[in-house]
């Protein structure tokens, strides 16, 4: 079971589980949501993925919460960043590198081709293929390396040699994107001598054939043509993609490390804007209220209508149990940012807590608002169930409560939920035939299962 990092009421930065059924809730990895991270990196991806002629709205990305340096596409049009990637990162330009790159696998469709691929190999070299990955990426990497080397046949390696075929079309068709938006390649390369930089070393011990990329080397090789040809070569990162950079990575390292490595990151004599958002987290972890609240204060100060500033008060207050105290910085985070969906649901989730009816009747507008937004988000629909059992809602209530079931996978409450849910609504209304789509999804998903 992977530790959780943060306290047992932590919501925004939340690390928690992806539930996906029984077996998902003992092995999956942990993910991180967070209302500015999240912002930060579609920030960066949207001209990408623009470029690359895909629907923005239409790619998910999600974080995991590994300090293993990688990220992946996987399952349609998702993106998958790993914590280790985000931290490690040293330019804006790096992490577009990496997006981009990751935006030509979906645009190339090697999703679909990769299918083919393991089509083409026997049931043993994939079961192979696939309990490496599983391993590498729950943290066991020489035990996955070892399984990966197992399935020593041509099919694996032939599957293996059209993945490092798909990574080199991804390169170019990233270039062609950084070209397209007028951003320089050059981070690209550099992030490609980073994760080199370890190719050599005594104990790497993996011949070509089983590593998920090309060797560095090669890489930045058949792209300097490319990136020293681009008008946009020397183009410099805009200041605010620096300045999002450095709150991202002072953040991910605030919530992830104790107080004192976190000092000794961000010491006292940095009085740097990431300085402080990284003290302001550690201390309100440790907990140190106050030491927190005075980081907190000194940036809303210089930075009133920073809408994460706000959101980072009112968690620290929340989670050191000043419930009705953390109310307004959240109102005013949301006021800042109304399209936000985890900052609503966090809103909401404060209101609830006060154990207010008159506060859960609002949650349930300002939960409702977040879902318009994000519908596939568990905890909304958590907090949503909770409003409305203590406004005396049993219909919507059970609604809730089969739309969260359905999410995380427990297909069996879902069906119970809308049954229940049915007698509360008249025949053909929306609300009914809705739950009669959660009935059929749940039922074709447990038979699948």
Known sequence: ????????????????????????????????????????????????FKAAGLNSSDVEIYIINSRDLN???????????????????????????????????????????????LANANIKSIVGILLGVVAA??????AGAAVAIGSQDAATKSFLQYSRTQESSADQAAITYLNRTGQSGRGMAE??????????????????????????????SALSQRIAASPYKDVPPAEED?????????????????????????PLSDTSLEARYARAIGYFRYPDLDKALAEIDSLIAE?????????????????NGNIFEALPSLETAVDLAPNEPLLLTFYGTILNATGDPLNSEKAIAILNDSLTFDPNNGMTWDQLAIAYSRTG??????????????????????VFHAERAQD??????????????????????????
């Open 71 to 117: 990220a992946f596409v996987a399952g349609g049009q998702r993106l998958f960043m790993f914590r280790g990637l985000l931290e490690r990162v040293e330019t804006p330009g790096q992490l577009k590198g990496v997006i981009a790159h990751e935006t030509g696998h979906i645009a190339g469709g090697h999703l679909a081709r990769t299918h083919d691929a």
């Open 191 to 220: 992030f490609l001598e980073i994760i080199g930089q370890g190719e050599y070393q005594p104990q790497s011990t993996i011949s070509s054939y089983y590593r998920s990329h090309p060797i560095s080397s090669e890489r930045v």
């Open 137 to 142: 990426a729950a943290g066991g990497g020489e």
């Open 424 to 449: 509360f609504f008249k025949v053909g209304s929306p609300t009914y035939l809705r739950l009669e789509d959660i009935i059929t999804l749940a039922n074709r998903a447990s038979q699948k299962n």
């Open 303 to 319: 930075h009133p209508t920073d809408p994460y500033f706000h959101e980072l008060k009112g968690q620290a207050l929340y989670e």
């Open 1 to 48: 079971m992977i530790k959780r990092i943060l306290t047992s009421v932590s919501i925004f930065l939340v690390l928690f589980l992806s539930l996906q059924g029984a077996v998902a809730k003992q092995t999956a990895p942990s993910f991180i949501r967070d209302a500015e991270i999240e912002h930060t990196l579609r920030g960066y991806a949207r001209p990408l």
């Open 242 to 266: 620096v300045v999002a950079l450095k709150r991202m990575q002072a953040k991910l390292f605030g919530f992830t490390r104790p107080l004192p490595k976190t000092l000794a990151k961000y």
């Open 393 to 414: 809602d049993t219909g919507m209530l059970s609604l809730a409560s089969a739309e969260r079931s359905l999410l995380e996978g427990e297909y069996q409450k879902a």
